[in-house]
């Protein structure tokens, strides 16, 4: 059993850093892959990034390739998310997920989310 809350969240300016944490509770979480996922206000949520139990493989949206960094630190229980030159289209509730064992990173078969994050860039 996985349990995860995020933090971090807040009301930033275009162009400002801003790092997000999710920690994790439970013996699976160290050995889990984590993503972050975002919800704009009235949209889909959609993939940000993910991370692999061991940090070795990581892969990013398109849309924040070279401006977010994914990191964890297994022995914290925490994954990071590091954003930099944020836009105003990054604002949303940011949440992270931890991914069921062996579902080729499915999103559709998430074992745990967190309550998420509220980020606002404003310009």
């Known amino acids: 059993q996985v349990s995860l809350v995020e933090s971090g969240g807040g009301l930033v300016q275009t162009g400002d850093s801003l790092s997000l944490s999710c920690a994790g509770t439970?013996?699976?979480?160290?050995?889990?892959?984590v993503g972050w996922f975002r919800q704009p206000q009235g949209k889909e949520r959609e993939f940000v990034a993910r991370i692999s139990w061991n940090g070795r493989s990581i892969d990013y949206a398109a849309s924040v390739k070279g401006r977010f960094t994914i990191s964890r630190d297994n022995v914290k229980n925490m994954v990071y998310l590091h954003m930099t030159s944020l836009k105003s289209e990054d604002t949303a509730v940011y949440y992270c997920?931890?991914?069921?064992?062996?579902?080729?990173?499915?999103?559709?078969?998430?074992?745990?989310w967190g309550q998420g994050t509220l980020v606002t860039v404003s310009t």
């Open positions: 439970g013996r699976a979480f160290s050995s889990s892959a």
């Open positions: 997920g931890a991914y069921v064992p062996f579902s080729d990173y499915d999103p559709n078969a998430m074992a745990a």
